[in-house]
């Protein structure tokens, strides 16, 4: 039988993170961290985290939360090949990872139609890294699993098909779409996601957005096709 293709769209990391210019540069940052005030950020543009926003006009930030994401379907909705995600607009994650809730808020804006706010800060989402290419892809339940000549296969490990279930495969992404990740889950609770109606509406992983954790929004399936964010899932989950 051939091996089920999941579609996904992929996001990469710009080369240049860059934090609050309340903050002072400090040696356990990375060289190429700019305070927000030294990179241009163009209104609109997808990004992850950081304390620029660009809120639709007439929205309010939701308190007790910190920003997330923002992403520009208008660029993003040419690669969705599930057809679920709205033509344009923007899509904007507020969160509070300690209390695993949040809130996403979409609003069918053009860029014009965007204010800008900046909310500096310290804590969980400090650090801002815009969206660079967009991409669509593949992946598949295969590729979860270590391959016996991978230096950590364990044959005491296997399941009773004879394959060793990796817990950070999959780490490296960031995207919509796709197979639920998340190292704390067991390999039956990330089947049970992948067969179910839950979808990975967000996800951004260890592929220059974060160091060491994964964020995780999931949506029903047809909440996202009424478009209706308001019982979203929040996740971070710890590598």
């Known amino acids: 039988m051939e091996e089920r293709l999941y579609d996904f769209i992929n996001f990469t990391a710009h080369k240049t993170p860059y934090f609050p210019a309340s903050m002072d ?5 990375d060289e190429s961290w700019l305070k927000h005030t030294e990179i241009q950020i163009p209104i609109g543009h997808s990004r992850y985290g950081g304390c620029v926003i660009d809120l639709p006009k007439g929205i309010e930030y939701p308190k007790n939360m910190k920003f997330a994401a923002q992403l520009d379907l208008k660029k993003i909705s040419p690669f969705d090949k599930t057809g679920l995600l709205p ?35 310290e804590d969980n989402f400090f650090l801002g890294v815009l969206i660079d290419k967009i991409t669509a892809g593949t992946e598949t339940i295969e590729e979860r699993y270590f391959n016996e000549k991978d230096e950590d296969f364990d044959i005491d490990l296997v399941n009773e098909n004879g394959k060793m279930w990796n817990y950070f495969a999959g780490y490296e992404k960031s995207k919509m779409f796709g197979i639920y990740t998340n190292c704390q889950a067991q ?20 592929n220059g957005f974060n160091d060491d954790g994964l964020f ?14 308001n019982n979203c899932e929040y996740e971070w989950a710890q590598s």
């Not at 049970?192 to 996800?203: A, D, G």
């Open 25 to 29: 540069k400090e040696d356990w940052m």
């Open 87 to 121: 033509k344009k607009g923007h899509l904007l994650f507020f969160a509070d990872i300690k209390k695993a809730i949040g809130k996403v808020i979409y609003s069918e804006v053009e860029n014009d139609d965007l204010k800008r706010v900046i909310k500096e800060h």
């Open 187 to 206: 390999e039956n609770e990330i089947l049970e996601v992948v067969n179910s109606n839950r979808i990975v509406l967000l996800q951004i992983g260890e």
């Open 216 to 229: 995780n929004v999931l949506i029903d399936k047809e909440d996202l096709r009424k478009g209706n964010f």
